[in-house]
């Protein structure tokens, strides 16, 4: 069972850190899918989200220049990111509200 401390956690992390977002299909079919990604260096920390999500860690990445990081991603879409999305919206920005709303709308369109 996922705990309230661990939703306002992941609210905070996506604040920052997070990409809400409509991944559109590769098929060029206008169709796409509600999509929340979380990228950074902390694997971690992404290995907390993706336990969260109960998805798998995606990565290592890179490192692309000398001196950075290797990256890993946690990624939700579909059906658990709108559910996701509907929990947090009450604890983001106004940025990211908005885009969370803009997500929502399509995926309610499609």
């Not at 299909?25 to 290995?47: F, W, Y």
């Not at 990256?71 to 509200?97: C, D, E, S």
């Amino acid at each position: 069972m996922i705990d309230t401390k661990d939703i306002t956690w992941l609210a905070g992390l996506l604040e920052g850190e997070g990409c809400f977002r409509w991944l559109r299909s590769r098929h060029g079919n206008g169709k796409g899918t509600p999509t929340i990604v979380l990228a950074m260096s902390d694997e971690d920390v992404v290995k907390r989200v993706a336990d969260l999500w109960a998805r798998p860690v995606n990565g290592p990445y890179g490192p692309y220049r000398p001196g950075n990081l290797k990256t890993y991603k946690a990624i939700v879409f579909g059906n658990q990111a709108i559910q996701w999305m509907m929990t947090l919206y009450v604890l983001m920005g106004t940025r990211r509200r908005n885009k969370i709303q803009e997500v929502v709308q399509k995926w309610k369109n499609q």
